[in-house]
């Protein structure tokens, strides 16, 4: 008979969840008969998992490197008090550090019929949509001996959208666009530009400038000036194939070509332009079409921040047919992608006179600062061969630049740091020749 009843026993202790108590205890156990009454009922009275109900609230999206807080309320509808550790899992990149990720755990005490809520505070190390995964529960008994555990999800997505650094830059863009309004003595003339208004004669104005009869009815010498028009198009082009995924330092060309368009974006709405995207590789990844000044800005951001690139071949055709498509009245196009010989020569070229025959056109492109490093490299036997390796790499993209430029293309070829800020100069320059 007691052979019988530690049978039972062992028995009733196997049907524990797996985990909770480790196998080695089931002999003791089984010849201690109070602690294991203690266990037994320390399970059995410990809150049922299933039953516990969980919801969230909180950001929706956050800039990468940011901080963004999502709340978690725990509702325990049983007659029971719940004592429990919780673990709230996120993709690992939801977190810069360790001690970061450590606040998914929380220990938590939940009376019956009562609700709380704690909150897990994120900060992306990526780009895109992080979604939360699955909460797991233990739940112990009152002695804390044994518990029950379960998992439970609540949905909820994060956006961590494109960090903008460059936008550090947009104040000092935005002096030299006054200045090309014509809110300052410099004063631009050219193709793009209309008259403005009259104003005095200084020293070292261009006298093609002088307004004859305004300066025969004033008796003093008067000059038009001239201001950039407005309302011009432009179409920015992101090319997110195969090279768009190769690193420069710590930072994807794409994500650098990103914080470009973000700036010439942000300096083009503010200059009375009408600023669209299409990325594209070998179809249409995203696409910002006719937007405002105000909401231009934001549907950038959120429309980049998913996109991710594609290790294809970029259709070079197909992505000349779609700008076209895109860009029905005289436009400036701003295409972003690689310098590399083969692509260009064999891509970008072919469909460059369809381009430039209605469009201004300029391509910006990443260049690796470790390139520069290994040409001025010396000292070595490897240093030198370095050094040849990135004075070739250099020659090669300054040809491929150079045959771009003979079809009247525009190029800007600067490093992830100092993409942005050129690309934005390039515009401006541009707009004061009268080229938009």
């Known amino acids: ?38 266990i037994l009922c320390d399970y059995a009275l410990a809150t049922p998992v299933k039953r516990l109900q969980f919801t969230r609230s909180g950001d929706t999206s956050v800039r990468q490197g940011d901080s963004a807080e999502v709340q978690l309320t725990v509702a325990n509808p049983t007659g029971r008090r719940l004592r429990s550790h919780i673990r709230d899992a996120w993709p690992p990149s939801s977190w810069s550090t360790d ?43 009152p002695l804390g001996l044994v518990a029950r555990q379960g998992s439970h999800r609540a949905p909820w997505t994060v956006r961590v959208l494109p960090p903008f650094t460059s936008r550090k830059h947009l104040p000092s863009k935005l002096a030299r666009l006054r200045e090309l309004d014509g809110r300052t003595s410099v004063l631009t003339r050219g193709e793009g530009t209309e008259f403005d ?12 400038s002088i307004d004859w009869r305004a300066t025969a009815r004033q008796n003093r010498v008067a000059v038009r000036t001239w201001r950039p028009e407005r309302d011009r198009h432009i179409l920015v082009v992101l090319d997110t194939g195969r090279t768009s995924a190769g690193r420069v330092g710590d930072v994807p060309r794409l994500d650098a070509s990103m914080e470009a368009v973000l700036l010439l974006a942000a300096l083009a709405s503010r200059a009375g332009d009408r600023v669209d995207l299409l990325a594209y590789d070998r179809r249409t990844r995203a696409q910002v079409l006719g937007r405002t000044a105000g909401d231009v800005l934001p549907a950038l951001v959120n429309a980049l921040a998913p996109l991710e690139p594609a290790l294809v071949e970029t259709d070079a055709r197909g992505l000349g047919a779609t700008a076209l498509k895109n860009a029905p009245r005289r436009s400036l196009i701003v295409l972003l992608t690689s310098l590399d010989a083969a692509p260009v020569e064999e891509g970008i070229l072919p469909v460059l006179p369809q381009l430039t025959k209605r469009h201004t056109v300029l391509v ?55 993409l942005a800020p050129a690309l934005a100069d390039a515009y401006l320059a541009l707009k004061a020749a009268g080229r938009l």
């Not at 208004?197 to 093609?208: A, E, F, N, W």
């Not at 492109?365 to 990135?390: K, N």
């Open 99 to 141: 001690a970061e990720q450590a606040s998914s755990h929380q220990e938590l005490t939940v009376p019956a019929g009562e609700r709380r809520r704690f909150s897990l505070v994120l900060r992306p190390t990526r780009r895109g949509d992080r979604h939360a995964d699955r909460i797991t529960v233990r739940s112990y008994g």
């Open 364 to 418: 910006a492109s990443v260049a690796d600062p470790r390139i520069q490093q290994l040409a001025t490299a010396r000292g070595t036997v490897d240093s030198v061969y370095e050094a040849a390796a990135g004075a070739q790499e250099q020659e090669q993209r300054r040809r491929t630049a150079e045959k771009l430029t003979r079809h009247g293309v525009t190029v800007v070829d600067a490093t992830p740091d100092d």
């Open 197 to 208: 208004s009259l104003r005095d004669y200084v020293p070292g104005d261009d006298t093609r």
């Open 1 to 38: 008979m007691a052979l019988t009843g530690r049978t039972a026993l062992l028995a009733a202790l196997g049907s524990l969840p797996i985990g909770i108590l480790a196998p080695s205890w089931s002999g003791m156990l089984a010849m201690n008969a109070p602690l294991t009454l203690a």
